[in-house]
């Protein structure tokens, strides 16, 4: 079928095939805000997921629809958490926070060398913090005092205590948990907010 149409047209179609789905359930062409929602038994609100195949052929210019269940599973394969993305101004201030105040390690099989920008690539785990130094889009002043009410990365730790007295010793300002629970936040030189929970 991506043969037949050139890609604006075959997305334009694609859109009515969707568009014409739901309208079908539900009467009338739904606005982005009346799209069908489901929760399910662990308690997180899920968009249903109508999925809409169209085949065709240029002789008997048919097309025929499939539609998938709304209750279908979306499986590729997810297996965890490759690494999260940092921008920072200059690595080398970033690097001396990650490494040798957090303790981190760089991984030398990265290959931040290929790359149109400088950066490194940190262990936490079997997973990494990739730095990026780039421009940052977002404003460093007027972030929320307290990291869990910003965007941040979570790293799993063995002992908060620790990490509060390595902290307290480089004189670097954190938070605690608002719940209670065994978690401290803070934010490196760029204003990244960064959680450390115990487990």
């Known amino acids: 079928m991506a043969s037949l149409l050139n ?3 075959a997305i334009s179609f694609q859109h009515k095939l969707n568009r014409s789905s739901l309208s079908a359930l539900s009467g009338n062409t739904p606005t982005p805000s009346k799209i069908p929602h489901a929760f399910t038994g662990n308690g997180r609100c899920q968009r249903l997921n109508l999925k809409t195949k169209a085949t065709g052929s240029v002789e008997g210019n048919v097309i025929d629809k499939e539609s998938a269940s709304a209750g279908d599973k979306i499986d590729y394969g997810v297996v965890g958490m490759h690494h999260v993305g940092i921008l920072c101004e200059n ?3 970033s690097l001396e926070f990650y490494q040798d105040i957090l ?12 790359l149109p920008y400088r950066g490194a690539w940190l262990w936490v785990g079997s997973e990494m913090i990739h730095l990026m130094e ?4 977002d404003p460093l002043t007027g972030r929320p005092e307290h990291g869990g009410r910003d ?3 979570c ?3 063995r002992d908060v205590s620790k990490l509060q007295a390595i902290l307290d010793k480089a004189g670097i300002p954190y938070t605690l948990s608002r719940s209670g629970r065994p978690a401290i936040f803070t934010r ?6 960064l959680e450390f929970t115990q487990v």
């Open 7 to 9: 890609p604006s047209a």
């Open 91 to 93: 690595l080398e201030r």
């Open 103 to 114: 303790g981190l390690e760089i991984n030398e099989a990265r290959p931040h060398d290929k």
């Open 134 to 137: 780039l421009p940052n889009p």
């Open 151 to 153: 965007r941040h990365a």
């Open 155 to 157: 790293i799993s730790i």
């Open 188 to 193: 490196d030189p760029d204003a990244n907010a």
